[in-house]
Nanobody, 130 residues
Framework: QVQLVESGGGLVQPGGSLRLSCAAS????????MGWFRQAPGKEREFVVA????????DYGDSVKGRFTVSRDNAKNTLYLQMNSLKPEDTAVYYC???????????????????????WGQGTQVTVSS
């Protein structure tokens, strides 16, 4: 039903910036929540940020607050993640995810849970290193 494709990853120095994109095919429901997750080598997949597709309300993980900014272009069916002040610990594969019926009224736990998202992209590698 929905396909997500991430792009924009690469190698960046500590303190640098990078912008990731997630292009979605298929219809994104107004009730949808979309999110970014990441997974570093040897670690579990980690919640980064979630955004309500229609309202634009956001929920950021503590490790990225003040550094990362999520946005979306509804007309283009595209989700973005602007990453600033990057640290080596940000190195991971970044995944875009979508949940069609996880809208307003959902709990923080629901928005941050991997199992809440039926649709996932293939991921894009972000490496922060000198």
């Amino acid at each position: 039903q929905v396909q997500l494709v991430e792009s924009g990853g690469g190698l960046v120095q500590p303190g640098g910036s990078l912008r990731l994109s997630c292009a979605a095919s298929g219809h994104i429901f107004s009730s949808a929540t979309m999110g970014w997750f990441r997974q570093a080598p040897g670690k579990e997949r980690e919640f980064v940020v979630a955004i309500n597709w229609s309202a634009g309300s956001t929920d950021y993980g503590d490790s990225v607050k003040g550094r990362f900014t999520v946005s979306r272009d509804n007309a283009k069916n595209t989700l973005y993640l602007q990453m600033n002040s990057l640290k080596p610990e940000d190195t991971a594969v970044y995944y875009c995810a979508a949940a069609m019926f996880l809208g307003l009224g959902s709990t923080d736990y629901q928005r941050r849970r991997i199992g809440s998202y039926p649709y996932w992209g293939q991921g894009t590698q972000v490496t922060v290193s000198s």
